[in-house]
Nanobody, 115 residues
Framework: QVQLVESGGGLVQPGESLRLSCTPS????????MGWYRQAPGKQRELVAV???????NYADAVQGRFTISRDNAKITVYLQMNSLKPEDTAVYYC?????????WGQGTQVTVSS
């Protein structure tokens, strides 16, 4: 069993930045693909960004060029740096760890972008 703890959400104005953090209960980066997903009110959960065990990254078109996913193996933490935030980025953001049929989710952290 793996627990994922997220932090870093909050209320910001359009154009500002936030950094989300996700810390697994154990170091799984060599085994699990780590990702960030988000779910806005009334919408399905969607992929934001992933980073594979080999360090390859992939982003949703809506955040490409504005968001960056990274990980710190020493701190056992995955980050999502979000720049140039827009109101449509408002959602609950979830950390995910995936390996074949195994999927673990964090509790989610709210990001609100509003003037």
């Amino acid at each position: 069993q793996v627990q994922l703890v997220e932090s870093g959400g909050g209320l910001v104005q359009p154009g500002e930045s936030l950094r989300l953090s996700c810390t697994p209960s154990k170091n799984i980066f060599s085994i699990y693909t780590m990702g960030w997903y988000r779910q806005a009110p009334g919408k399905q959960r969607e992929l934001v960004a992933v980073i594979t065990t080999g360090g390859r990254t992939n982003y949703a078109d809506a955040v490409q060029g504005r968001f960056t996913i990274s990980r710190d193996n020493a701190k056992i933490t995955v980050y999502l740096q979000m720049n140039s935030l827009k109101p449509e980025d408002t959602a609950v953001y979830y950390c995910n760890a995936a390996l074949a049929t195994f999927n673990y989710w964090g509790q989610g952290t709210q990001v609100t972008v509003s003037s």
